[in-house]
């Protein structure tokens, strides 16, 4: 989940088609899911380590199934849903060196800034409870600005 200075996430569409989601991908044999992170995101969006800083990592795996409908029982193997390390990521770089023609064959045809729950109400089903999870765990670390705001504000309360 890569994150700006603006409390807004990035948000990706996927290549041909009309859904929406956050960049994520598998990790192959050898690799630690940082890794793996690392590659998946100059793969799907042209971005190196440089190029972003982690804020932090999911505490613990994240899960989801796949609905019975889009389970491809011809591939092997047969994958029923996945496990997910989540990270935010902080864009350090200036947006232009977005460029999702990076890898081989594109998963992403489009992006833009969300505001930070969008996506929660925005992803297909299945995905919901995992982007919720994790968007609650990372919401203090992706909108600091918002804190810093307040801090130096009283707050008028009503009573």
């Not at 630690?32 to 982690?54: C, N, S, W």
């Not at 833009?112 to 995992?130: A, G, L």
């Amino acid at each position: 989940m890569i994150c700006n200075n603006h409390g807004q996430v990035f948000w990706a569409k996927r290549y041909g088609q009309h859904s929406w989601q956050f960049p994520q991908g598998g990790i192959d044999d050898g690799e630690t899911p940082e890794q793996a992170m690392f590659r998946e995101l100059y793969e799907e969006v042209g971005l190196t380590h440089k190029d972003v800083k982690i804020i932090a990592s999911s505490r613990h795996w994240l899960r989801y199934k796949l609905p019975k409908r889009l389970v491809r029982w011809d591939s092997k193997p047969v994958c029923i849903g996945q496990k997910q390390k989540w990270f935010l990521l902080r864009l350090e770089c200036d947006e232009s060196k977005i460029n999702m023609q990076k890898g081989s064959s594109p998963e992403f045809d489009g992006w833009r800034w969300v505001s930070y729950w969008y996506p929660v109400r925005q992803v297909v089903s299945f995905k919901r409870d995992v982007y919720r999870r994790a968007m609650k765990e990372f919401a203090s670390l992706a909108m600091p600005f918002r804190e810093r705001k307040l801090k130096g504000k009283k707050v008028k309360r009503r009573g």
